[in-house]
């Protein structure tokens, strides 16, 4: 079965630390680009941070200099490193992949042009 699950959410104190997995199963995910995206409630989707298949990586200026992407190949799993969490990072982070790298960075306006979508998972950021 194809698809990608997230893990790693939680709850964190303002200033904490947390960091996401993003596990695919049923299909190598080297071969794309991947992207972390977030929505917090009554807000629209917000596309994060995004690395393509040869390490490239992008960041929203929301997260730049807090957030880190990266991808182990060999574990078939990309992650997100979040320092310094602030409340307005409170969420529901989703990865995405299926397309290219443009696609992946573009992938909150456009949800329907990338192939696997993850089910998400929560991040409360809260004293």
């Known amino acids: 079965q194809v698809q990608l699950v997230e893990s790693g959410g939680g709850l964190v104190q303002p200033g904490g630390s947390l960091r996401l997995s993003c596990q695919a199963s049923?299909?190598?995910?080297?071969?794309?680009?991947v992207g972390w995206y977030r929505q917090a409630p009554r807000k629209d989707r917000e596309g994060i941070s995004a690395i393509a298949t040869d390490g490239r990586t992008y960041y929203s200026d929301s997260v730049k200099s807090r957030f880190t992407i990266s991808r182990d190949n060999a574990k078939n799993v990309v992650y997100l490193q979040m320092d310094n969490l602030k409340p307005e990072d409170t969420a529901e982070y989703y990865c995405?992949?299926?397309?290219?790298?443009?696609?992946?960075?573009?992938?909150?306006?456009?949800?329907?042009?990338?192939?696997?979508w993850g089910r998400g998972t929560l991040v409360t950021v809260s004293s």
């Open positions: 995405a992949s299926g397309g290219d790298f443009d696609t992946v960075v573009a992938g909150a306006v456009r949800p329907w042009a990338l192939a696997k």
């Open positions: 049923g299909f190598t995910l080297d071969a794309d680009a």
